[in-house]
């Protein structure tokens, strides 16, 4: 048989390589505002048109190419920053591979303008698809400017797979943000469509992380510092209290690289042992400093994972070096659990009057109750000394409210579920006690468990009381009927120019649900009332959590905003696991689970509920 192996021509094998380089448009944006630093840039500008799908281009000052140069940079393995395979483990540059600009130019129309200081006339060359369209003499200021539109022209099935605007421009903000806060020394301007969302000059550490983060991240910043023989680190920890539920202010780099290691992120949690909430996550902006001898950048295309030498003793200085400042700084008196634990109390609608239940549960059925451990005395003395209970809650009663009027007239689709009426089984609990007990009890206090005329019915807390809550957002969003409760003082809330762009883009949904803003401006919103049933102190974690659902994972197909923020708003309020209820709170859940028009399934699809059929359990027994 003939020999059938072929070199693949240079325009393909860029295009498979753009595969490995060039995902989405913050990959050129990445890779281009490190070309620029790399360059000595002292001022860089990003400028960005439909989330990059129309445009990307990067303008330095740096210093520029000469008329060979700019042909050159478009050839696959053609770089200027390494000559040698040692030079591999010596990197003080970004780039090294070469890939870029032959792997961008392989898939997008580039536009490449470069002039070097010492040239009064610089070079414009064209390429599209590998192919060099023009290449020409042209008076240009000193540095590179290189513009990237139509990205993936050629590849319809990567153009089409991109995602929203917002999830996109999502991705070039964060790209921006990491190189701009790896290098503080030089200024940086980043525009979209015209208006301008960052424009921050030459300056510190600290004021960098601020200008990015905004003006109230200042006084959440404690700083950490630490020099040894093998790391030195630099940079700022958040204050325990202003953890976030989003791992969105998580900062590594090393050597000026911005950095992903789950094994360092655990340096630092651990660091913060004790302090942090269930489900909150510290933030931190930190610089580490290692021999570059002792890291291999070069095990991933994109960069953002390295090899360390001795990753043991870099977790170990890390995570003494930032004990050392959270405890230097007084950081754990001021931790208020007490406090916090406030945020999740649930709904007591003692006071209220009882409506009729939509369904019978069977009032009798109590497994411990023949020991009277489960009794409801038992059941008031704890509650009085636990710290949740005790806590006023009024606004989760009036969110119950509202379900419950819901409840009685709506049609349940659970009819395959029978409860037991009360009027049965009184034989095996005879005694009066019985009366008084609870028809539910909650199991370590995550599950709600009661009984069916066919077994047992085993309810997850959070995920029915998400269940509740999404549907009734549902509904408020689309009847726009919602009724808001007018604040005090109003509120002050900071964010980053593209964070506000996230809220504005959700106002009028916002609205429905009963939040009024007075103000939304590049990064203060003020808000004058709020849902009525949501804590104001709860107003910010709602808005965080849902500015970091649309950034994470807006799924694009069937992407509604309202079902997106009435979930995030679910997620938000739902008790959470941990939490103790009442017998009426359990009983009152059920209720409202079962009144809601999809009980079997939280708003992302997880059951909500299992079920234990008597036949299972008798099993058990044999
Ligand atoms: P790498 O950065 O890995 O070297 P690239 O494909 O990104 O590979 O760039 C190729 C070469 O083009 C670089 O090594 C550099 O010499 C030159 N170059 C690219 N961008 C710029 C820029 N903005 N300013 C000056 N030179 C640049
Ligand atoms: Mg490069």
Redesign the pocket.
Known sequence: MSDIIQLLPDHVANQIAAGEVVQRPASVVK??M???I??N?TEIKLIIKDAGKTLVQ?I?N????SVT?ARL?FERH????IRAAEDLFQLS??????????SIAAIAHVELK?KQDTDDLGTVLVIEGSEVKSQEVSVTPT??S?SVKHLFFNIPARRNFLKSDTVELRHITDEFHRVALAHPNIAFAFYHNGSDLFNVPQENYRQRVVHIFGTKTNEKLVPVEEETEVLKISGFVGKPEFSKKTKSEQYFFVNQRFIKSPYLNHAIKSAYEGLLKDGYHPSYFLNLTVDPKSIDINIHPTKTEIKFDDEHTLYAILRSAVKHSLGQFNIAPVLDFEQQSNFNTPYEYKDKSASTPAIEVDRSFNPFADDGSFSSSNQKRSSQNSGFKSAPSASWESMYVGLESKGNNSQSDFSQVTFESDTKNESIFSDSSIETTKTTFQLQQKYIVSTLKSGMLIIDQNRAHQRILYENFLKHITIQEATSQQLLFPLQLHYTPSETKIIEDLKTNLEHTGFVFSELNNNEITITGVPVGVPESEVSIILEQLISDVENDVPDTNFSTSDLLAKSMAKSLAIKNGQSLNSTEQEHMVNSLFACKEPNVSPTNRPTFITMAVDDIEKKFM
Request: aromatic fraction near 2%.
């Open positions: 890779e281009l490190e070309n620029a790399d360059a840039a990067v330095d740096g210093k520029g190419m140069d940079s053609a770089t200027s920053k540059t970004k780039g090294f591979r070469g890939e870029a600009l032959a470069t540095g590179t290189v």
